[in-house]
C-alpha cells in the first residue's frame, strides 16, 4: 500500500510538472511580442554608459527586473483567485498598451524632431567626458529608469501568462507564473548583456595579432561583429514591434466575440485554398491581428495626446493667482 501511495504521488507530481511545462511553454509564446522590444530597449537604457559598467548597470537592472515580477506574480495569483472575471479585461488593456506604445514608436519620428534626439544623444556623449558631470547618480538615474520600463513590460508579460494559466489548478498557476517570470528574467538579461557587449566582443577580436589562418579569421569575425551589432540593435527593434501589433491585437480580437470569430473564419476560408491553404490561414490571422493592434493603437494615441493636449490648455488658461 505505501508504495502503491508513493507511485501514486510521484505520478502526480508527474503529470503537475508535465502540465506546467506546457502552459509554461504556451505563455512564453504568448509573451514573445514583448520580448523583442524588451530586448531593444533594455539594451538602448543602457547608452551612456561607460563600458566596464555596461554589465554590472544589466545586473542591477536585472536585479530590480526579479523584485518587480515578486510583486506583480503574488498580484497576478490575487487576481485571478479574488476577481477572476477582471483577467480578460486586464489582458485587454495589456494589449491595448502593447498597440499603443508600439503606434507611438512609428509616430515618434512625426512627434519628436530629429534636433531633439540629437540633443539628447549629444547631453549623453558629453556627460561621459564632463569631469563635473556626477557618472555615479547619471547611472542610478538610468537603473531607476530601466526597473520602471520593466515594470511595465513584466506586468504585461505576468498578465499574459495569467490568461493562460488562469483556469489551471492554484498550485500550476503559481509554478507556472514563477516559471515565466524566471525564464523571462534570465532570457531578457541574458541577451542584453550579450548585446551590449558586442562591439566589445568584436573590438577584441580585430585587435588579434597572427598571420594564421585561424587569426586572420578571428580578425574578419571581429569586424563582421562590429559592422553587424547596430542592424541587430534595429533588427529587435523593429521586429519587436511589428509582434507588439501582432499579440496585443490578437489579445484585444480575441476579447471581442464578434471580432474573433469574424477573423476566424476568414482564417477558415483561406485555409481551404489548395496546397498553401495552411500557410495562407496562418497569415491571415496573423494579418488581421496586426491590423486590429495598429488601428487600436491608433486610436489609443490620439486619446492621449487629445487629453494631453486639453491639459496643457487648462495650464494655460488658468487664472494666474498673482494677478
Given at each position: 500500500?505505501?508504495?502503491?501511495?508513493?507511485?501514486?504521488?510521484?505520478?502526480?507530481?508527474?503529470?503537475?510538472?508535465?502540465?506546467?511545462?506546457?502552459?509554461?511553454?504556451?505563455?512564453?509564446?504568448?509573451?514573445?511580442?514583448?520580448?523583442?522590444?524588451?530586448?531593444?530597449?533594455?539594451?538602448?537604457?543602457?547608452?551612456?554608459?561607460?563600458?566596464?559598467?555596461?554589465?554590472?548597470?544589466?545586473?542591477?537592472?536585472?536585479?530590480?527586473?526579479?523584485?518587480?515580477?515578486?510583486?506583480?506574480?503574488?498580484?497576478?495569483?490575487?487576481?485571478?483567485?479574488?476577481?477572476?472575471?477582471?483577467?480578460?479585461?486586464?489582458?485587454?488593456?495589456?494589449?491595448?498598451?502593447?498597440?499603443?506604445?508600439?503606434?507611438?514608436?512609428?509616430?515618434?519620428?512625426?512627434?519628436?524632431?530629429?534636433?531633439?534626439?540629437?540633443?539628447?544623444?549629444?547631453?549623453?556623449?558629453?556627460?561621459?567626458?564632463?569631469?563635473?558631470?556626477?557618472?555615479?547618480?547619471?547611472?542610478?538615474?538610468?537603473?531607476?529608469?530601466?526597473?520602471?520600463?520593466?515594470?511595465?513590460?513584466?506586468?504585461?508579460?505576468?498578465?499574459?501568462?495569467?490568461?493562460?494559466?488562469?483556469?489551471?489548478?492554484?498550485?500550476?498557476?503559481?509554478?507556472?507564473?514563477?516559471?515565466?517570470?524566471?525564464?523571462?528574467?534570465?532570457?531578457v538579461y541574458g541577451l542584453v548583456a550579450g548585446i551590449v557587449k558586442l562591439d566589445d566582443a568584436g573590438l577584441y577580436l580585430t585587435r588579434r595579432t597572427g598571420e594564421g589562418a585561424g587569426t586572420r579569421?578571428?580578425?574578419?569575425?571581429?569586424?563582421?561583429?562590429?559592422?553587424?551589432?547596430?542592424?541587430?540593435?534595429?533588427?529587435?527593434?523593429?521586429?519587436?514591434?511589428?509582434?507588439?501589433?501582432?499579440?496585443?491585437?490578437?489579445?484585444?480580437?480575441?476579447?471581442?466575440?464578434?471580432?474573433?470569430?469574424?477573423?476566424?473564419?476568414?482564417?477558415h476560408h483561406a485555409g481551404e485554398v489548395s496546397i498553401i491553404g495552411g500557410l495562407l490561414g496562418a497569415l491571415t490571422t496573423a494579418l488581421a491581428n496586426t491590423g486590429v493592434g495598429l488601428l487600436a493603437?491608433?486610436?489609443?494615441?490620439?486619446?492621449?495626446?487629445?487629453?494631453?493636449?486639453?491639459?496643457?490648455?487648462?495650464?494655460?488658461?488658468?487664472?494666474?493667482?498673482?494677478?
Amino acid at each position: 500500500m505505501a508504495g502503491s501511495s508513493l507511485l501514486a504521488l510521484l505520478d502526480d507530481i508527474a503529470t503537475l510538472l508535465d502540465d506546467v511545462s506546457v502552459m509554461t511553454k504556451v505563455a512564453a509564446q504568448k509573451t514573445a511580442g514583448v520580448l523583442g522590444d524588451d530586448l531593444a530597449l533594455n539594451a538602448e537604457q543602457v547608452a551612456g554608459v561607460n563600458a566596464d559598467r555596461e554589465l554590472p548597470v544589466v545586473w542591477a537592472v536585472a536585479k530590480g527586473s526579479l523584485v518587480n515580477k515578486a510583486i506583480l506574480v503574488p498580484a497576478a495569483l490575487a487576481i485571478s483567485a479574488l476577481l477572476p472575471w477582471s483577467v480578460t479585461p486586464l489582458l485587454m488593456v495589456g494589449g491595448l498598451y502593447l498597440c499603443y506604445e508600439g503606434v507611438e514608436k512609428l509616430a515618434h519620428k512625426f512627434l519628436h524632431s530629429k534636433a531633439e534626439d540629437d540633443a539628447h544623444h549629444a547631453e549623453l556623449t558629453h556627460a561621459l567626458v564632463d569631469p563635473t558631470v556626477d557618472l555615479v547618480a547619471l547611472e542610478k538615474e538610468k537603473i531607476k529608469g530601466a526597473v520602471r520600463t520593466d515594470f511595465i513590460l513584466s506586468a504585461e508579460i505576468i498578465v499574459i501568462s495569467l490568461g493562460v494559466v488562469a483556469s489551471a489548478p492554484f498550485m500550476t498557476q503559481v509554478m507556472a507564473l514563477v516559471g515565466v517570470a524566471l525564464l523571462m528574467t534570465v532570457g531578457v538579461y541574458g541577451l542584453v548583456a550579450g548585446i551590449v557587449k558586442l562591439d566589445d566582443a568584436g573590438l577584441y577580436l580585430t585587435r588579434r595579432t597572427g598571420e594564421g589562418a585561424g587569426t586572420r579569421f578571428l580578425r574578419g569575425l571581429g569586424a563582421g561583429i562590429l559592422k553587424a551589432a547596430p542592424y541587430l540593435m534595429k533588427f529587435l527593434s523593429i521586429a519587436g514591434t511589428v509582434a507588439m501589433f501582432l499579440v496585443g491585437g490578437g489579445i484585444i480580437a480575441h476579447g471581442i466575440s464578434t471580432l474573433h470569430h469574424g477573423i476566424e473564419g476568414l482564417a477558415h476560408h483561406a485555409g481551404e485554398v489548395s496546397i498553401i491553404g495552411g500557410l495562407l490561414g496562418a497569415l491571415t490571422t496573423a494579418l488581421a491581428n496586426t491590423g486590429v493592434g495598429l488601428l487600436a493603437g491608433a486610436v489609443a494615441l490620439l486619446v492621449v495626446l487629445g487629453a494631453q493636449r486639453v491639459m496643457r490648455r487648462g495650464k494655460t488658461d488658468a487664472p494666474n493667482p498673482n494677478g
